[in-house]
């Protein structure tokens, strides 16, 4: 008993089939749920059995199923997919160890959790069995392997190879297995290709085992665990549990999401206690929102740092970082590389590129600000437009601080806007501008200091309020 226990668990995650009935491009394994790779989560369901190694079989589209997998993972190829009971074989010839149990997942149930996963070794331990698979007792059974239990032995039909009783059985298997490893490698050595598919099917190794030193069927306690990719609806149902997961997770920890339904929220996104969701909105990749915000309606963030307290709404983020009590939209698109200060605003029908905008700074409407730099507490009017691109290069405009832009100004980069200067409305800005000078025309030239005074006083943006509409 104790040596039974104490035997390592190696994982073999099959993952190089192509997925035929997901009618792709892409091997099933690489399509994603909740932004994350389906072969991720069994990846991830795996650590709580703790494997001393988990091997994960590649073969179709190899290279760009490796790319996905974390580092501790060896991946191991299957040069030609002759079948599930092949894509063990070549995972067993990566492992030397002979004593031991090897869990076999197959790579496109993303649903299974830990728990069932350890609940499976658990009771593949305790029956002291040479083989242990998890099923399922399914209204919908169709396209799965169906399973029998008699006195130890286990036997799994393939649909294809099924008789017309044998279909109306619905106890199915959810492609995962525990096996003794000596007793895996000799039953594998006795698999043939007689089938249907012409496949070497892992499936016929439980009769085998069985009939040897028995083999027994563990139930998954929750159904949900049971949905299985296969093809592209599969794929929407698996997307919807696991979407609803998320969102119960964020709820649970203090976030209000307003509408559930509307509301997309990829696995890695983070988002601080009190801040309120609202419907239509999109948080993905490694978006971050901190406590106190309102994110939404209808806003998709990608890639997008939000600060505490801030607003953004009816907007787009992409690599953008947003400062806290900043405010973006509606109608605000920012680019990678957009880092807004704290307090700032960037508001309707603006668009922001590569650019920091200093706190407190104010880029109201209409805006297009690409590959510059705004100090604090500035502010660029109406319509105001960076021309970065000359065709050929991109050319940096720097704002001071201070700076008052008059609405529809165009700044020709690259330029410098110095401290405290004023532009004029309508102006065409193609040489610096002094610090506290006013500048005015087409193209712009000096004509005298900046208006004194109220340039220092006050925050940007409420100094001008005037011309702020
Ligand atoms: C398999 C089972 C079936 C079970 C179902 C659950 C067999 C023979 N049948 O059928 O009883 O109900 O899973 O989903 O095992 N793969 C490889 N190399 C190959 C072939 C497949 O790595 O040569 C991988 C695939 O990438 C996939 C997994 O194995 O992740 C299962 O393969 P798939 O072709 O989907 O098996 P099913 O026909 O669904
Ligand atoms: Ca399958």
Redesign the pocket.
Known sequence: MFQRESAPILAAV????K?TRMKSNRA??LHTICGVPMVNYVISALESVGPERTLV?V?HQADEVKAVLPSEIDPVL?EE????G??VRVALKAIDDEEGVLLVV????PLVSGKTLAGLVERHRSAGVGATVLVAELEAAT???RVTEDAGVVR?V?EQDATEAEKRINL????LYAFKLSEIRQALALVDAENSQG?L???DVLEIIGRKSRAVIHRVENLEEAN?V?DRAHLAKAEEIVRRRILDEHMRRGVTVRDPVSTHIEAAVEIGRDTVILPGTFLCGETKIGSDCVIGPSTDLSDTVVGDGALVEHSVGRGATVGPGTSVGPYAYLRPGTVLGEASKVGAYCEVKNTKVGAKSKVPHLSYVGDAEIGEGANLGAGAITANYDGKNKHRTTIGDGVFIGINTNLIAPVTIGEDAYVGAGSVVTKDIPPGKLAVGMPARVIRDAPEGEAKEGEAGDRKKSQDG
């Open positions: 099959l993952a190089a089939g997925g099933k394994v079989v073969g299957q997919q002759r079948g599930t092949d894509a197959n790579g496109d149930g396209g799965l392997g799994i393939e199915v298997n959810l492609g496949e099917y892992l499936t299985l296969n």
